[in-house]
């Protein structure tokens, strides 16, 4: 029976053990099917993935590439809408041919996560998705823009998508790269269900897991940051939209922060009501006016972008006064703890009013006698009010902000009233945040889009450039022009660049027997200082008002100065209804002739020209020559200064071809330099004097009258001039003196190089810096503004020799033993360094404060591989927007102004400024020959045009 048992026992034991071994054997195989059945489906799905990419390559690609669709569209805009499509195309071939062998090889051992992990941690495929996915947007909105305007595209990809097989349009095959990466992760997630932990594709599986999963995550992030990115421009756009007078507000890396209504003080102790928006490099300032039929409505003073009311914007009316770049401003005397002590106090005062009021209501419900608690509380709420009222007086100042404002006119002071403390510290901490960001993210700007070297082929043997300007004024399609001047030391020639519509030169001509040394852009007479000319009301310009502002071509102000220095907004512009606006419209002028000399100013179109006088038999009378000459002075005019002494003016809009110059204007000496500053024209001569001139009260120039001033001495002439903060730096030798236009005299000196044998030979000045560089150094300099210490030194001779590595052995020892900085140019806070090696460089501009005193950190100094084979002559800049087009309200500012003085408000004293951000700006750098850095030079080519004047053209 035991024996029995034990068998019995032993039968069992051994049936359990083989329905164990039963079960899990089965479990494996389920889990090896499945495992197999995942495997063929990420094969099959990545094998249909790839044959949409090269449908997209096949069927889109080289279709709208080919001969027969290349005229209808551009190569560049299937580009675009491609964008990566072949590289991810390459990449995912390769992927699938690993699966296909890996499958064919099949077996319960094989692996498939390594193929995973080599597969998607390349930099190449992770460059290529993200750069994908940070192009898919505009991808589609290209796509959008070109069926809307070619019909023919969009018959292209109607009838290409009907031929696929499962009828997906374009943009149903774009989105599967972004949507692919994630598909992975499932896959990979229900491989390692299915996988055994002792399997050797186990811990690949995890870790191939992990590199996708980090892959999605980044691409998930950078979509969402996308849509962010598009509904701020969408945002911005409709900010653009709303305020008359605003054009370029929309920029790639520009975000919308917050508006405030405020009020500003005007003239004569009068407040306006005004409005900011805060953006993260600028602050505008508009004018409000309600709309008529419109009900005033309570809101909240100020939003944030994710409460933007237009709404409420839609009930009023916005017009552009000032527009500042956010490095130009400062706030001044902040005191941000005594702020918040305030408001805590304010806080605690009113919190113990609301408790004796309850406290009041308490005690009247008492049954026993408290005449006694009364009178105790009345004289605790008496005390309480007493101290409120006390407060009411120092509240109002903490509602006030200043704002330091710093232009090349000088600095000035904006005071800005804010309806409470509360919103005066909010909108401080969101204009300091802005400013931070601004300053870190100036490294990491693009850099400069090469577009085209331009040759300029030579009339004569050795013109060589000598100097360049933008006009003011616009050409028929709305833009400015480009005057390019040549010299051989026997002719000067002036060489028109057009950018319209691509940068071409439309005439070289002769127009002096000299070498021209120096260019510039000078504004139109004002209507309204023509107008108090006639009525012999003018004053010394010594006593011009200061209308500054840091953002060109957008300011639309009137903007006065009062006793204390502070800017005035007095545009009367607040009414409530519209007659105010049509009675401002009445006396507003155009400020055409207001735009400075600056590659980046606006100016509006000119005027109409008069009436043509009578017709004949009648003589016609001398009125008509009068007003044609009058309309003359509406023009801006280009000033040209050579060394025979000679000043040659034209009309900027003069065709030099048939046209003579409209003055001309002879000095005993050579003349160097030419600036326009306070409604004055300065010119430096190589005697060492300044010849200033003014205008007539027709708004011409009185040239029969110049007063001249000593400033150098003929062996220490003033090379250089620059307009800063307010003053003319004056280059003399190795000295810079500030000579002030109010009193023509020179208020300080200071020393820029120990050798007196190196003078001063470039100037450029941004915010509160100046840079410059003396002859025959590698080193430039930077000078605070108002304070006049040198803050850095940057020598810029490594940059070269890295830049040029790759030239020959000889000429890279011959440029590097001759380096010396040639040309500067500050543009879109960058400043430009152009050199006697042909080399350009490019480093972010500093922010500087008041308080500055020394810069430690050096500058990331770039290099640009295009450059020149000799000297870089001239840097200039001009902008790119097509002015014509844009609102007319922007053309008129009002000439209102305050009445505590009797001096008429001459406004845009800019002088030769550089462009600021806010637009497409073309940057010119021209020279001798042109030359790409990058290769050896050792090709036929090379040597061909060394000695062919070239202009290279960027766009920032």
């Known amino acids: 029976t035991s024996e029995k048992d034990n068998t019995q026992t032993t039968s069992t034991s051994t049936s359990t053990g083989d329905t164990s071994s039963l079960a899990r054997a089965a479990s494996l195989r389920r889990h090896q099917d499945t495992r197999t059945h995942v495997v063929g489906e990420l094969y099959d799905t990545e094998k ?55 499958l064919s090889s099949w077996d319960t051992k094989q692996k498939v996560g390594d193929v995973f992990v080599e597969a998607f941690t390349k930099q190449p495929v992770i460059d290529t998705y993200t750069a994908f996915i940070n192009n898919w947007k505009s991808a589609k909105e290209a796509i959008k823009i070109a069926t809307q305007t070619k019909p023919a595209f969009a018959k292209f990809l109607e009838h290409t998508s009907r031929m696929h097989k499962g009828k997906l349009t374009l943009d149903a095959l774009l989105i599967m790269p972004v949507q692919r990466i994630p598909r992975y992760e499932l896959l990979i997630k229900e491989l390692i269900k299915h996988t055994q932990h002792d399997h050797p594709d186990h811990q690949l599986l995890v870790l191939a897991q992990k590199e996708v999963h980090d892959l999605a995550v980044k691409i998930n992030r950078m979509e969402r940051e996308a849509f962010q990115h598009e509904q701020m421009q969408q945002r911005v756009r409709d900010i653009e939209q709303l305020i008359e007078g605003v054009i370029d507000l929309v920029q790639p890396d520009r975000t919308f922060i917050r508006y405030d ?180 993210s100036t490294d990491r700007r693009p850099p400069p889009e090469f577009l085209h070297p331009l040759p300029i082929r030579k009339t004569r043997a050795g013109l060589q450039f000598t100097c360049a300007v933008a006009t003011l004024g616009l050409n028929e399609h709305g833009l400015r022009d480009v005057w390019v001047c040549n010299s051989d030391g026997y002719v000067g020639q002036v060489c028109v660049l057009s950018l319209q519509p691509e940068p071409t030169v439309m005439s070289c001509n002769g127009v002096c027997n000299a070498r021209i040394l120096c260019i510039a852009s000078i504004p139109a007479a004002s209507s309204l200082m023509m107008s108090l000319g006639r009525r012999k009301s003018l004053v010394p310009d010594t006593n011009a008002l200061v209308g500054s502002d840091s953002q060109p071509g957008d300011v639309d102000v009137s903007q006065t100065q009062s006793a204390n220095g502070n800017i005035q907004l007095d545009s009367d512009s607040s009414d409530d209804d ?160 500030v000579f002030s236009t109010a009193t023509l005299e020179v208020e300080h000196t200071f020393q820029v190089s120990s050798d007196s044998s190196r003078a001063v030979l470039c100037m450029v000045t941004s915010g509160l810096g100046v840079w410059l560089a003396v002859q025959h150094s590698a080193v430039i300099r930077l000078y605070h503004a108002t304070t006049y ?168």
């Not at 090269?54 to 209808?72: C, D, F, G, H, T």
């Not at 405020?262 to 102790?269: K, M, N, R």
């Not at 709420?381 to 109002?396: A, I, T, V």
């Not at 005697?687 to 001249?708: C, L, V």
């Open 48 to 102: 249909s993935y790839v044959e949409s990419l090269q449908i997209l390559v096949n069927k889109y690609i080289r279709p709208l590439k080919s001969a027969e669709w290349s005229p209808m569209v551009d190569a560049s805009l299937v580009d675009e809408i491609f964008y990566q499509v072949p590289e991810i195309l390459a990449h995912h071939e390769s992927f699938l041919e690993v699966l296909r062998q890996r």
């Open 261 to 440: 209504f405020v009020t500003i003080p005007g003239g004569l102790g009068t407040k306006k009501d005004r409005c900011l928006f805060l953006f993260s490099d600028l602050l505008l300032i508009t004018s409000i006016k309600r709309k008529s039929g419109t009900m005033r409505k309570t809101s909240p003073s100020s939003s944030s972008p994710s409460g933007f009311g237009f709404t409420l914007f839609d009930m009023n009316k916005y017009k552009l006064l000032l527009r500042f770049s956010l490095d130009n401003l400062d706030i001044l005397k902040s005191s941000d703890v005594g702020l918040k002590k305030a408001i805590r106090e304010a806080e605690n005062l009113e919190e113990d009013m609301t408790l004796l009021n309850q406290i009041t209501d308490l005690v009247s419900h008492l049954n026993c006698p408290h005449q006694a608690v009364e009178d105790a509380v009345k004289d605790l709420m008496g005390s309480l009010n007493r101290q409120m009222q006390e407060r009411q007086s120092y509240d109002l100042q903490l509602l006030n902000l200043q704002l330091s404002v710093t232009t090349q006119e000088g600095v000035e002071n904006l005071t800005i009233i804010f309806p409470s403390t509360e919103k005066r510290s909010t909108w401080e901490v969101a204009f300091n945040e802005a400013k931070q960001k601004l300053a870190l």
């Open 578 to 737: 519209e007659e105010g606006e049509e009675e401002e419209e009445d006396v507003s002028v155009s400020q055409e002739e207001e735009k400075p000399s600056a590659p980046s100013q606006e100016s509006a179109s000119p005027p109409p020209p008069p009436p043509p006088p009578p017709p004949p038999p009648p003589p016609p009378p001398p009125q008509p020559k009068e007003e044609s000459e009058e309309a003359d002075n509406h023009y801006p005019t280009m000033w040209l200064g050579t060394e025979d002494g000679c000043v040659h003016v034209y009309n900027c809009n003069d065709n030099i071809r048939i046209k003579k110059n409209k003055m001309k204007v002879q000095h005993s000496a050579a003349v160097h330099c030419i600036i326009y500053l306070d409604n004055r024209v300065f010119i430096s001569l190589s005697s060492g004097e300044i010849a200033i001139y003014r205008r007539d009260p027709d708004g011409g120039w009185n040239t029969t009258e110049s007063q001249t001033v000593q400033v150098g001495s003929s062996t220490s002439p003033v090379l250089r001039m620059l307009a800063v903060a307010g003053k003319l730096w004056c280059g003399c030798q190795n000295f810079i003196k």
């Open 789 to 956: 210490e040198c803050l850095q030194d940057v020598n810029i001779a490594p940059a070269v020799t890295k830049m040029l590595s790759a030239c020959d052995d000889i000429i890279r020892q011959h440029k590097a033993a001759c380096l010396r900085v040639t040309a500067l140019l500050a543009c879109k806070d960058l400043l430009w360094v152009g050199t006697s090696a042909g080399v350009l460089l490019t480093l972010p501009l500093p922010h500087l404060t008041s308080s500055t005193t020394r810069l430690d950190t050096l500058p990331n100094i770039a290099g640009i591989h295009h450059g020149h084979t000799g000297h870089v002559r001239f840097l200039t800049a001009v902008e790119m927007t097509e002015l014509a087009t844009s609102t007319t309200g922007r053309h008129h500012r009002s000439v209102r102004s305050s009445k505590e003085t009797s001096t008429p408000v001459f406004l845009g004293r800019r002088a030769s400024l550089t462009p600021a951000t806010g637009c497409r700006v073309l940057v010119i750098s021209g020279g001798d020959g042109y030359e790409d850095f990058r290769s050896s030079g050792l090709s036929e080519a090379a040597g061909r045009d060394d000695s062919t004047n070239h202009l290279l053209l960027w766009q920032v």
